[in-house]
């Protein structure tokens, strides 16, 4: 071989591994890429996460003061608008609150007690 040959060569060995280099430079390139924008999505999650549990610590601090047993007083007993019931959040289950058949029987039975007897 000529010591031209064998610069032909070196040179083709450096090229090679130049272009792997710049290969494994774009892929790291491309999963820094990924990385960022997972990281990116999580710190939006977590955003959101955190307003979604201000939101239920808001319901649950409103009616923790509710916590307790309830009775009703049936001569106090008077009708509102279901447009007067409003809604804290989306976390609030006011507007999910239903009595039993059970429980509205006792109430009428006690209404009729009161206005019939």
């Known amino acids: 071989m000529t010591n031209m040959d064998d610069k032909k060569t070196q040179f083709s060995k450096l ?15 491309q999963k820094i890429n990924s990385l960022t ?7 939006e999650e977590t955003r ?7 939101k239920l610590g808001k319901v649950v601090s409103i009616y923790k003061k509710y916590n307790k ?16 019931i409003r809604q804290i959040n989306e976390f609030d289950p006011s507007r ?9 029987r006792a109430i009428s039975n006690e209404i009729m007690k009161l206005y019939i007897s």
């Open 37 to 43: 924008k997972e990281s990116h999505d999580i710190r």
């Open 69 to 84: 047993n309830n009775f009703a007083r049936i001569e106090d007993i008077t009708t509102i608008s279901k447009l007067r």
């Open 96 to 104: 999910h609150i239903q009595l039993s058949s059970e429980q509205m």
């Open 15 to 29: 090229y090679k591994e130049m272009t792997d280099q710049i290969t494994n430079l774009e892929q790291l390139n």
């Open 48 to 54: 959101h996460c955190g307003k979604e549990t201000d």
